[in-house]
């Protein structure tokens, strides 16, 4: 029997197609790869003697990175946004070690670990300044990203996540959302434990098929064992808590009915971030605004972007 999200996967691979972007694995280092997908206009098509295409150019247009949260992976999660930015913009989607593909077999398992493969990656592919979006998991990610290298991330747009995971908001996290770990929420084994996923991270409940949940498990869940371990690297402990002083601007982006990265935490951390930051709540969605609400969601984004162009120099 067919897995109709292996279907849709493949068609959705042939749409990304159309718009531009193709896959390219980059090797980070020896042991470690990462899955991206990139402006077609980089590579050149594989001659029958070479193993696979090569990168032959730099971006032609002001690049702009996708990063993924912790339930799918890169172009899963970005499917409504691809379309509308690559008319303008080059845009760069990667996997995150131990999703789509990409995997390492070092130890390490902090967000600091994936931003520093994922620059390395970047720097591979020709990226030399760049608009980082991040949603959820993948915000921690591009914080870590603008923190550690703003020579190359010159503006972030963050849509449901933190800075960093503490101590203390873990537990109150776990408290509010009923769930005695986040593994238990975010790597769910069963149809049931999926649907509740969804439902806390909707703000309108998602009717899908049992089977078609199923096929979800069967696919997106991979790596479970690291995924476990990525989650566990995501708490530090109170006193390691820091605010970076940014040099970029950094615009929050969120649906108003957020249940795990509720509103009030959003505006908190614009405060905390200080006058370079921007808030914006998109209405009638949760945490998967960017996919429940996609053209209100894109047209925020571009905006957003195009302002970040004008008060920079992503744009030479």
């Given at each position: 029997?067919?897995?109709?999200?292996?279907?849709?996967?493949?068609?959705?691979?042939?749409?990304?197609?159309?718009?531009?972007?193709?896959?390219?694995?980059?090797?980070?280092?020896?042991?470690?790869?990462?899955?991206?997908?990139?402006?077609?206009?980089?590579?050149?098509?594989?001659?029958?003697?070479?193993?696979?295409?090569?990168?032959?150019?730099?971006?032609?247009?002001?690049?702009?990175?996708?990063?993924?949260?912790?339930?799918?992976?890169?172009?899963?999660?970005?499917?409504?946004?691809?379309?509308?930015?690559?008319?303008?913009?080059?845009?760069?989607?990667?996997?995150?070690?131990?999703?789509?593909?990409?995997?390492?077999?070092?130890?390490?398992?902090?967000?600091?670990?994936?931003?520093?493969?994922?620059?390395?990656?970047?720097?591979?592919?020709?990226?030399?300044?760049?608009?980082?979006?991040?949603?959820?998991?993948?915000?921690?990610?591009?914080?870590?990203?603008?923190?550690?290298?703003?020579?190359?991330?010159?503006?972030?747009?963050?849509?449901?996540?933190?800075?960093?995971?503490?101590?203390?908001?873990?537990?109150?996290?776990?408290?509010?959302?009923?769930?005695?770990?986040?593994?238990?929420?975010?790597?769910?084994?069963?149809?049931?434990?999926?649907?509740?996923?969804?439902?806390?991270?909707?703000?309108?409940?998602?009717?899908?098929?049992?089977?078609?949940?199923?096929?979800?498990?069967?696919?997106?869940?991979?790596?479970?064992?690291?995924?476990?371990?990525?989650?566990?690297?995501?708490?530090?402990?109170?006193?390691?808590?820091?605010?970076?002083?940014?040099?970029?601007?950094?615009?929050l982006l969120w649906g108003e009915n957020d249940r795990i990265f509720k509103l009030e935490l959003a505006q908190s951390m614009k405060e905390q971030l200080g006058n370079g930051t921007t808030f914006e709540s998109i209405k009638k969605?949760?945490?998967?605004?960017?996919?429940?609400?996609?053209?209100?969601?894109?047209?925020?984004?571009?905006?957003?972007?195009?302002?970040?162009?004008?008060?920079?120099?992503?744009?030479?």
């Open positions: 029997m067919v897995n109709l999200v292996v279907a849709e996967r493949l068609l959705l691979h042939g749409l990304m197609n159309m718009a531009g972007i193709r896959p390219y694995t980059v090797e980070i280092e020896p042991g470690t790869a990462m899955n991206f997908w990139i402006p077609s206009e980089t590579i050149t098509k594989p001659k029958k003697k070479d193993k696979k295409p090569r990168i032959t150019a730099k971006p032609n247009k002001p690049a702009v990175v996708l990063v993924h949260g912790f339930a799918a992976e890169g172009i899963m999660t970005w499917q409504f946004q691809v379309g509308a930015l690559t008319k303008k913009y080059a845009v760069y989607v990667p996997d995150l070690l131990f999703f789509g593909g990409s995997a390492t077999d070092k130890p390490n398992r902090s967000p600091r670990f994936q931003a520093e493969c994922l620059v390395a990656g970047l720097r591979k592919l020709g990226v030399e300044k760049c608009v980082v979006v991040g949603f959820s998991y993948g915000g921690m990610v591009a914080f870590k990203m603008a923190e550690m290298y703003p020579e190359l991330v010159l503006g972030l747009v963050i849509s449901g996540s933190i800075l960093a995971m503490s101590e203390s908001l873990s537990t109150t996290l776990l408290q509010e959302l009923g769930v005695s770990s986040f593994s238990e929420l975010l790597l769910p084994t069963s149809v049931k434990g999926l649907k509740a996923l969804f439902s806390i991270a909707a703000h309108k409940k998602l009717r899908f098929p049992n089977r078609l949940l199923k096929d979800y498990l069967e696919v997106m869940f991979t790596n479970r064992k690291e995924r476990s371990e990525l989650l566990e690297g995501l708490v530090i402990t109170n006193r390691d808590v820091t605010i970076p002083n940014f040099p970029q601007r950094i615009h969605a949760g945490h998967l605004v960017h996919l429940e609400r996609p053209c209100v969601y894109n047209r925020c984004l571009k905006h957003i972007i195009a302002s970040f162009l004008d008060s920079n120099e992503l744009k030479k």
